[in-house]
């Protein structure tokens, strides 16, 4: 990415750094208009941002290794897994929904242990090794639910992630706003946040001033696993039910959101904040689009255009420099 | 008697306000094997890369090959119909891909038919191969020859694109082979040479650039020396002898040489003599170095240098554990700490810092902030009430901007954006900033302007003054002599000498280089 901010005027920082709320601000004031009566109520908002919360939680758990230079592509498969994990046990075998939580939780280290053991310890590329992990996650999700969908969940959890309110918003939402919040601490305001961003950066340099390059990659390898892990969690209350299909469906659009985020607020890194939005920026306008009786395939392109355009938009902003970006 | 084979007359090149080369003449003959001499900052590269067309020469340079007159810079399509090559010392082949696709690289990508007759490149690259008598398996990678096997595939490759331009039976054409031979053993050297000398039987130069006097007295037929930007001689090597091409190499000792801190310097080494034993480097060896050993004292700058490939700078890599050591042990008042084992965040927490060369690719990350580039050895002298300060980081970072000249005064900007002097200004700070006992410093101000060189010597100097011991590698025999209490001298992997501050000069550093390799 080009030279300097402080070439650029505090304006021009300011536009490029809010110009994805802008967006999304426009999306929804376009829709509102339109759709007046469908659109802009509260309740449509309200279930927007406890439905998103799943996708919100993926996308975050993304950015933590790629800020290091990792891709894990095993998220979205990990998100099943765990939403399995709590249907299989508590609903199969009527087990207490506390001890299914504990037991995904620890099956969102071990994924991430693995993935950390082969790109680390082996020194394979991290897209070649959460490739296959992804997939072995898929099957293995398979087998475990037999290929249906569980429902019956605990009630009292259920009610706690979706049922439950504060200002006429659901809990999921605010799990995924307080782990957005803590990222953004851990990137912001704390020495390991730092050393990530030198670790992404360059391994090397990294090494070279003192910094256990492999002890951050492996911690962020399996952070990332276990709050896609609590996505899945939060997806299994939001549902009332345990979805073995949608891994696929979620990874997508959290990579998208992971870049689109990329472009805004710190522009140039993958940031908390900047991904929260990115991820109700897409889902305002494909709720809208779909107001509107929009077919599904309408999604898939809203989602892969909204990220090609703001990456563009961004890298013209920078004079089309060599991106800092993956 | 043909025409020369390359005519150089008149080649001058400044940088901002150095002459880097300065009316320089070069004639290399027709199937002669033609040295190239010069120490560190002579203008050997600066030649290399004006004749391979990377800088353009200023004005009035004059170049003849075979006695055809070209205006410099040469584009490339120039070079090859010319049969003009280079191999540099990194040899330009790709380790992943095999001897084969290597060698035929430029026909198999240039070819002009969508496809590519396996066959015919094959017999061709087995041709050349065999014309030069290698036994080298053309389907295995390069990664998998040895680093002499890797330089004769080079030159063969080289080779051929001259032997490309070969008009009827003559063939015309000048290798010029840019230092590929600094870490070859004896017997490779020979194969190396046996290929010289039929490159030659075909018709074709060669402009050999060397820093090994046994190699250029055996191989060449006459060698041009530059010191300081000018040619110091040209000599036919078959009535010269060593001594005498290192006084060429050298020149004549400065008659008033006075060290800008010469009293500083010699005050410091008088306290350095009574300080206290501050580090015992004990027995280090690694892949291309050799049971050393040294004593370090607080306060004393030691200089490393040798020729290339003489091993030096791996003392400063294997003590910080930027690469493996094999073995050795450095004692740090009195508490060994194993270097086979040695990492760099266990050799910060023991107190060292260490400088790498590669100033974009090791030392700084030049896509980050400044900010972030100074303050990243220690941020958790920053955390209060468990989050960073950032507004006490970045007065300290400002208090290190000023007080280390760095310009602009920019936070914010990006390392990468900074020149070479204020980027190195950064990153030296940035160790001097967390006090180290033992600061490693590798060719401290390589690129730097020079200004930003006497700042960067006068901060090396203070933090000395105050304790800290200094090791600085560097090849730049001008900077040794200014910072220097004492320095040692490489030569293959071992350390051969050691010069002192009462002999310490740049014609005796290049003595005791040109004599360690002899040795």
New interface residues.
């Given amino acids: 990415?080009s030279?300097?901010?402080?070439a650029r005027s505090p304006l021009a920082t300011f536009v490029e750094r809010f110009a994805l709320v802008g967006a999304w601000l426009l999306v929804i004031a376009v829709f509102s208009v339109l759709l007046p009566g469908s659109f802009f109520t509260w309740q449509n908002f309200a279930v927007m941002f406890a439905s998103q919360a799943p996708a919100a939680l993926l996308a975050l758990a993304l950015i933590v290794p790629l800020t290091c230079g990792d891709y894990d592509l095993s998220g979205g498969a990990t998100v099943t897994l765990a939403a399995v994990i709590l249907g299989v046990m508590n609903v199969v075998h009527q087990q207490p929904i506390g001890l299914a939580l504990w037991v995904a939780l620890g099956a969102g280290v071990l994924v991430g242990a693995l993935n950390a053991f082969f790109i680390i310890y082996v020194r394979i590329p991290s897209l070649v090794v959460t490739l296959g992990t992804a997939s072995v996650v898929t099957g293995f999700v398979q087998w475990l639910s037999d290929s249906s969908t569980i429902s019956g969940l605990d009630g009292g959890f259920v009610d706690w992630i979706i049922i439950r309110q504060l200002f006429g918003i659901s809990y999921a939402f605010y799990v995924a706003a307080l782990v957005a919040a803590a990222l953004w601490?851990l990137f912001?305001?704390?020495?390991l946040g730092?050393?990530m961003?030198?670790v992404g950066?360059?391994r090397?340099?990294?090494?070279?001033?003192?910094?256990?390059v492999d002890h951050v990659r492996a911690g962020a390898l399996v952070a990332s696993s276990v709050l896609a892990t609590m996505a899945g969690i939060v997806y299994a209350g939001v549902l009332g039910s345990a979805d073995p299909f949608s891994g696929l469906n979620f990874l997508l659009p959290a990579f998208a959101a992971a870049f689109l985020g990329a472009t805004s607020i710190k522009p140039g890194r993958f940031n908390a904040w900047g991904t929260f939005i990115a991820v109700y920026f897409l889902a305002s306008g494909i709720t809208g689009l779909s107001m509107f009786g929009i077919p599904l395939w309408v999604t898939s392109v809203f989602n892969g255009a909204a990220l090609i355009v703001a990456v563009t938009l961004s890298q013209f902003a920078r004079g089309r420099a060599e991106s800092?970006l993956g | 008697m043909s025409e020369p084979a390359l005519a150089l007359r008149g080649l001058a090149k400044s940088f901002g306000g150095a002459r880097a080369l300065d009316g320089v003449d070069l004639t290399v003959g027709a199937r002669e094997i033609h040295g190239l001499l010069g120490h560190n900052g002579s203008g050997k590269s600066t030649l290399v890369k004006i004749l391979s067309g990377y800088h353009a020469p200023d004005a009035g340079a004059g170049l003849h090959l075979h006695g055809e007159a070209l205006r410099l810079p040469l584009s490339l399509a120039e070079q090859r119909a010319r049969g003009l090559a280079f191999v540099h010392q990194n040899l330009g082949l790709a380790p992943q891909i095999s001897v084969l696709e290597n060698m035929r690289i430029v026909e198999i990508t240039a070819a002009r038919r969508p496809w590519i007759d396996w066959r015919a490149q094959r017999r061709a690259a087995l041709a050349s191969l065999q014309q030069f008598g290698l036994a080298i398996d053309a389907d295995q990678p390069v990664s998998t020859l040895s680093p002499v096997e890797r330089a004769l595939v080079a030159i063969v490759r080289a080779f051929v694109a001259i032997d490309s331009t070969r008009s009827g039976r003559q063939l015309h054409g000048l290798l010029v082979l840019d230092e590929p031979t600094p870490f070859l053993a004896r017997d490779d050297v020979e194969r190396l040479f046996r290929l010289m000398r039929q490159v030659v039987a075909e018709g074709a130069s060669v402009l050999f650039i060397s820093h090994d006097l046994d190699e250029i007295l055996e191989i060449t037929d006459r060698a041009t020396v530059l010191r300081d930007g000018r040619v110091a001689g040209t000599f036919e090597t078959k009535a010269t002898v060593r001594d005498a091409i290192v006084a060429l190499i050298a020149g004549h000792p400065r008659v008033a040489t006075v060290n800008a801190d010469g009293a500083g310097v010699a005050a410091r080494r008088a306290a350095t003599a009574k300080a206290a034993l501050a580090f015992e480097i004990r027995g280090l060896a690694g892949p291309q170095l050799q049971d050393f050993d040294l004593t370090l004292r607080r306060g004393e700058i030691v200089g490393l240098t040798g020729l290339l490939g003489s091993g030096y700078e791996r003392v400063l890599h294997h003590l910080f554990g930027a690469a493996p050591a094999l073995r050795g042990t450095l004692r740090a008042a009195g508490v060994p700490l194993e270097l086979a084992g040695q990492t760099p965040a266990a050799a910060v927490r023991a107190g060292l810092a260490f400088l790498p060369g590669d100033r974009q690719g090791a030392s700084g990350a030049g896509g980050l902030p400044v900010l972030d580039n100074f303050l990243v050895p220690d941020l958790a002298r920053f955390v209060r009430g468990g989050r960073l300060d950032w507004r006490r980081m970045r007065a300290h970072a400002g208090g290190l901007a000023t007080r280390h000249r760095v310009r602009p005064v920019d936070l914010d900007m990006k390392l990468a954006s900074l020149s070479g002097g204020n980027a190195q200004k950064v990153l030296l700070a940035k160790w001097l900033d967390i006090a180290p006992r033992l600061l490693l410093l590798e060719e401290p101000t390589q690129g730097v302007d020079v200004g930003a060189r006497e700042d960067l010597w006068q901060a090396i100097r203070e933090i000395a003054a105050a304790g800290t011991v200094v090791l600085c590698a560097s090849s730049d025999l001008e900077q040794l002599e200014a910072l220097c209490d004492r320095v040692l001298v490489f030569a293959r992997g071992r350390c051969r000498a050691e010069v002192r501050r009462d002999a310490l000069s740049k014609q005796e550093l290049l003595r005791q280089c040109y004599a360690a390799v002899a040795a």
């Fill in positions: 990415m030279g300097d901010p402080s601490y912001e305001y704390t020495p730092r050393r961003l030198f950066k360059s090397e340099v990294a090494r070279l001033n003192g910094i256990r800092d």
